[in-house]
């Protein structure tokens, strides 16, 4: 039994303590560019966790589209919501009461499903240092386009990368109308 | 080498299960922002952690490292972890547009006042 | 031209015609009024002229059919037994058998016991003196009868039955229209188609008020004054057409059903026609009255007609030859068969009925086989007299209708309220035919009656004859006297019957229907010239109405039988002396051969009813027509009738006279036509078996001299009595009426007499008032009983709709209803506050929703594994 650090483990218990803890930040801010700024970190120590899993490209995206595109996108928001004076939007204490005991609920549920079932437990630490570093871009582009190399037999998700490509355009296009400006008028109600 | 008194904590590979239980906890922050920010950004906020959440569990499905059988999903774990991406921010993008829209039209971002649809 | 089928289709059509006349009548006349449309006055005596014409034709029918084919076909014997007139050679008939009694009547059977019979005085002497050979041979007939063996009786006289149509037929039991003719019937159509044509003729004239707007004078209407409304003349001839139609259908009725469907008819008719005055209080009550009382005598009849159909098969008189030959023996062969000598014995059917328990016995015995030896047997039985009540029952029964029918003691009420119809109505229907028709009855169900039953009939006869003569001794309404004359009458013409003088009652009932007929006629021509009924108002009316007057005188004479004994040539009388001294005699012949002291009275009340009739019937004349005007307007304003009334006067005045005589040259008579017509049977002295010791007498008997004389004399002696007391109180004034009538002795008999022995009264409070009160504590509780509980019901019913319609329909399904739809609304409402609009709310639902389903499938993870 080597007892020495396995630094995959030590970087996940890491990257997982900073993803958790800027997670419960978000919720406990009430500053909305605080939020914004923990919720940032929060997403980039979770491609971390991503890298640790194999999967470098989706990892590289997480960052590259969620954090620098999502996230900016979601500070544009805030920046533009905020003219107002600041005022305080305080959730009442039963709110937080209720929310609070329905989260743990589920963390319960949830955690007691992932701990449940013993395939989930991890590999030996010597099966787990034979394996190489998987390159996965290649596979998953081959994959996007309809040929799967690493398994074969399973299908492609070609039509899939079209319908999202798709739909992407229809929200952008969407998502332009919708916040277009409009001629200045009163703040009517409805 | 340095040899810790928990020596089986971090000397172990991790397995499934610890990137289930941090998407869990993700998650659940997730549904609980969403449940208590009045901003609607904030909302938005936790709707993206509830899709990070997610996205970690689908990792962790297809990741080779994890499992040793052959239960993982593989490459499939990771595309749809791509598209899941992909339409987080599509989703966001519209929802960040109505939320202009609200704020244009009501000159606040207190979702609480959005309540027209009151049956 | 077989007379066979000629008689009866001549006598049909005699029938049928005033049942044209009256169709025609009523189509033409009565139907339009229904309409509105009434015939004007100038044309309504066409429909009379039609009903004369049809009866006038109708009568000369009958009298071809008597003259041209009845008397060819069966000439009678040349000597009748009950000839009076004129003197004969009793000469033998050559339809005599050899070896037959020497001029012995032709109905004789040529068996046993013929010598017997032998009247060898037939063939020499005059209807005067019958030796005692007769009351030997009588006598010898008693022993004989005495003996096992029965001496022989007369056989079926001639007839011709038939069936025309058949109504009905359940299994044997059929009801027909049928004809039975006899001799009987063809002097009865004669008699009543004559009389018939008379009245009509009358009523042309005496009626002729109606032929224009009439005013009566007995009704006034409610402002006081006299009711005018429209003439009727039609209708009383359309009356008078279904009467006559209903009478001879009686007469000519082969069956007993079809004869009581005409008996109720001419009930209606009657009803009809005394009611003609409709608007008269007294006139419609009397119709009431008439016809009630009759439906009571009818009620017995039924009975008398169920116990004969029930035992006998059959409702014939005579025997129906079927198409296939066999013979259905009528009512009088089932009752007088060959073997029995024809004498009147139960059929076996009747004993069969009245011993069924012994043939039940016998029955389970020996088998079915055996039942006609016992019935043979059980009929010679001495101790018990099988069948014979059934025979008194249905006699006593029939008799019950002919009681009603021609108003006998105690169902005579009617007679004299009957009064109130028009004259024509009181002459045709109350005295010459429809209250005949009950004497016809008895005579034509003659072979029916046991000799306890004509015993029954004879004293029911005498007592009425007596009660009427008695009520119409201090009656002043002329036609109150003439109808108590013909119950008085009638009554003498049932004792004749029930005595055994078959011939004699039957002739009464011709020769009273004439000088009834014309008495009434005559009242009416009175009454039409003074406008009153009142005896007390007229007087002295002879001078002014002279061919009323003298032929009403005839009548009187008729009526009280006037006759004289002429030395050599027998007898001269009218027509009355005839018929009622054959009464009479035959009484006296009864009272010789029944030793019961009760019985004299019957010859006693008809001798006593003799000198009564003769009393008032004078009385009746003296003043209406001698002495002085009692009112002297009425007097100067009396005027003779025209001669169309007048005429019919005459014509039976003459009938009156010489009806009884025999008509010279041709064999031909009445009595001699009735003694054709003697019913099988009914010709030998019989013996009573309920009442062993009445003997009903041969009517041969009491045309002995020995009876013929004393009884006549009576007869006469009682008579001319009468008319002196009658001449001395009312012509000669030598007592004065109103004197008697004030002594103290005389008062209360008075009084009973005036009142009419208070029958109308007892009847009244015996019958009427219970029935009333009946009727009115019925309808008191139908009025509170019953319509209480009807009312109860519907209350109930309405309650319960309400309970229903409150607590069911309202309460539980409305508000079911309603309650479901008001749930359903606010559970609406209330799940519309689920949706507040707070997006952070959806999202909460959201979490513990997702968390909800995890923990189900949880649970249910754990509970399949567990």
Redesign the interface.
Known sequence: MDTSIYWPTFLFWFFAAVCCMFAIGVVLATNIVRMAFYLVLSLAASSGLFFLAGADFVGAMQLMIYVGGTLVLLIFGVMLTSQAKFVSMKTSQFDWTLAALAGLCLLAVLISAALAIPEWKGLERAEAESLGIPQTATPLGMGLLGARVDAPQRSGYLLVFEIVSVHLLVVLVGAAYLARAKRKRSTAVG | ????PL??F?????????????G???????????????????????I??VL?GA??NF??F????????A?SL??????M???V??????????A??????F??????????R?????? | MDPQTVIPNLLTIAWLLPLASFVIIWIAYSLPQLFGSRASYAIQPYGAYLAVGTIGLAFVLSAVTLLGFWLPTYPLSSHGHAEHGEHHKHEPSGHDKAGHDAGGNENHDSSDDSSAHLLPSHSTSSPFRWASETTASATATHHDAASAERPHNNTPPPSISGNWYTLAKCGDLEITLGYYIDALTVTMFCMVTLIATCVHVYALGYMHDELQEFTDPEVTTHDGKKLKRPGRFHRFFQYLSLFSFSMLGIVLAGNLAMMFVFWELVGICSYFLIGFYTERKSASTAANKAFIVNRVGDFGMLVGLMALWSTLGTFAFGDITREDGTVEPGIFSQLHTKENHYHLEPSPGMIQWAARDKIKEVVLEKGGAAIPATIEELRHDPNHQYGHWLLLIAGLGLFCGCVGKSAQFPLHVWLPDAMEGPTPVSALVHSATMVAAGVYLVGRAYPIFIPEVLLVIAVVGSITLFLAATIALTATDIKRVLAYSTISQLGYMMLGLGLGGFVAGLFHLITHAFFKGLLFLGSGSVIHAVHTNEMTEMGGLRKKMPITAYTMLIGCFAIIGAGLPIVHLGYFGLSGFFSKDAIIEQSFSHMTRNEAPWLWLLFLLPVVGALMTAFYMFRLWFMTFAGQPRDQHRFDHAHESPRVMTVPLIILAIFAIGVAWEIPGINLSVPKLLEQARPIGTLATVEGNLMSELVIPTEHDSHAFEIRLPAGLMASGMAAVGLLLAALLYLWRVVDPAKVRHNLLVRPLYALLWHKWWFDELYDLVFVKPTLWIGRFVAGFDRSVIDSILHACTWICRAMSVIVDVVGDRTLIDRTVDGIASYTWRGGLSLRRVQTGRLRQYIMFLVVGTIILFMIATIWRAAVAG
């Open positions: 080498m340095i040899t810790l020596a089986n971090l000397a172990q590979p991790v397995g499934v299960s610890q990137f289930v239980i941090v869990a906890i993700m998650f659940t922050c997730g549904a609980v922002c969403m449940a208590t920010k009045r901003n609607a950004l904030g909302i938005l906020m936790g993206e952690l990070n996205n970690i990792i962790a297809g990741s080779p490292y994890l499992r040793s059988d239960g593989g490459m499939d774990g990771q595309l972890s791509l598209f991406i992909v339409l987080a921010a599509a989703e966001a993008a519209v960040l547009a109505i939320a202009l829209n704020y244009n039209n009501f000159n606040s971002i207190d979702v609480d959005a309540n027209q649809l009151k049956g």
